[in-house]
């Protein structure tokens, strides 16, 4: 009797064990042959210009036979099809670190072909490879991209757009920017194209949050083709009739921003940014719209009453350290137009102490030296120099990986060309070359070793090839035509 | 008669566990239940395959979470599934091994002879009351080690003293094992009682308390940095490859033949001396 009953629960147990789910396994073993090839992936990353071709290609190789092997299971296996498709974008990154543009485009491709079915990724795909052909200003090959994505999903995009990702809408209108920054002709038509894609869709949308984001993309396009009034008529109706939505607030520092800086009625942009700091007193926009009426306040030296402006951010917005050092250090602009020089190096001190991790706090060393600098105050200014070296090593030392990194070693070697030591100087901004040369200091970097050897160290051969290569690398630099002509005169 | 332990003993008593590792066939229980534990450190690793994914996933699943079902969170709570199926198989299992260990020891301390298969026939026919005071001994452990911390956790939060008392909990766990060290003992030696055994137990470490204390302790402190560094997934997760989990679990059965074994002989040997034989 017992030796059955011990029979039967060993069948039940069997039977409990042996039902599971089939995945469970395979899902397993490409999780963990995706982190062994993730893991050769974040090695790469710490410092990629450190990486030979070999790293490159056999980090590029596990990824490669991942998918290989596990694309065949990626329709029936949802987390398969995520590790796949992350892989290709790790594919994607890699040929990018390499700069190697035109393996990305059939990466790209690749995944356009083989996640035909998944909008998000289809649309992400696509946007990806026209953003790759922007950078190689290759802009018809870019518009065409996006001309493909927009007519695959146009018919459904405008019956229900919000069934696909919000990107997807903006894709008319990106098509029209690209064809502006390419200085392509009939880019106005494109523009009226999008537009009136996006009237097409107003008429027949009813919920609000829609609707604004419509509105917004009209307004934008008649804004960016310099059609302020209409512009500012059609954020208006969405503030008047759309008045409980979350976007309020932005649109109206929209029209404020309008009336600013492309209407110059600054009576006007300050009537819309104080609507902003009474209704919306602790949204992200009053904080921008206070510094505004602040800077006009400043520039018609009614400086006491643009300090009080700025008070109000740190005052509002204590821990949101972009705004509130953007403040200070406007604050500390006051003082020194009030020529109160002690005050005004008090601010600046602040900021760095505070807000470490701010561009201006990064900038504020330098800035106090340059200031006493431009007053004659030499003695003093060197020492400001000098603190200014001290300050961005403590950095250094104290923040290794920051995203501010480059520039502090940049402003780094700002300081040393100030003290006269040149050769120090020209070191750290090489390390930028080297070891950041994927971040925005790499330009500046240019632009200053061009300068220290131009002007400093005379050695002509050394400025004229950073320069060139200044020019070669950002044709779209805003400083170009001065390092052209600078360029001209060494030659 | 209870005897109080000389420091010759003392140094007598270690003298002969050293001797007694030139038998290897005295570290067979340990092996076998080596053995075991890398069964059960297998079966944790394989938890996806069958059969063990039928009981596994849903357990896990139920008590941890779904993400612990991926590569590599699973190794998050590998050290303590690992320690808590350990324990169980100390209970079920182990405790058959160490009579037996006890056993055998003791016929090789009088006599020089261990046989294997009637030191095992002894265990098996002790085997619940060997089961209770192993529950009993568990219990008041656990209560000292676990549920000090928790209770710290709960009246003062995760703080900066956490981690003192957590070590404070190992060490006065030890005490409450060492006042019942040589029940098992009683039991598989002279056959005694439950509440004889227990008794036993007590006076012999009342006389003996310090060199218990020390029998105990030196085994245990070896053990203890790799238990603890591979209960903190979360720093090894960080600083290395998942697999090093495994390797410090691995290294936890293989180091604990060996401090098992002095753990068992070293006790065995003092009771003997304790009851003057």
Redesign the interface.
Known sequence: MRFRYFVLSGFIF?G??????RW??L??EA??NF?AAG?SFERLLIHPKAASEEDFVRCRTLFRNFIDRYIAYSDSSK?VSQLVKQAFLNLASLYALEEKFREIISIYNEMIERFASDTVFLTMSYAAKASVYEQLAEYDSAIAVYESLFDRFKGELKENPTRFPPFLLEVPIRIARVARSGNLSGYRERYARARSFYLQIIQKRSRQEDLVGLYQLVAQSYAETGSWEKAVQILNKISSQYADTSQVPYVLLEIGNIYLSKMKNFQKAITYYRKITDRYPYSPPAATAHLYIGDMLFVQNRVKEAREEYRKVIKKFENHAQFAASAQFRIGLTYEKEEDRANAINEYEWLWRKYPLTYEAMIAPNYVGSYLKKNGLNTLAQKAFLRAVDRYKEFLEKYKRSEWTPLAILQLARAYKELGKYQDAVREAQKILADYKNTDAVVDAYRFLGDVYADDLKDINSAKYYYALLLEKFPGYPFAQAVQRKLIQLQ | MIHKLRLKQFWAIWVDCLKALKYPKLLTPFLLFAFLEFLILGMLLNFYEAPFAGILVPLIKRFFGEQYLHYPNNFVILPFLFQNLNLLLTGVIGVVIVGMAISMFAEFFRNQKAAFFASLNLALSKYWRLIFIWFIETVAVLLITVGGPICYIQFLGKGGGFRAVEVLSFFVGLWIFAVFAYATIGVIWDGLKIREALKMSLRIFVKNWFFTYVFIFIPNIIIWPFNYLASQTGFVLSKFNPQMVVYLLMTVILLSIFTNYFLVTTLTRCYLFAKGE
């Open positions: 069997l409990i064990a042996c039902h599971t789910d469970l396994s899902e397993y999780e963990r982190f893991k987390r």
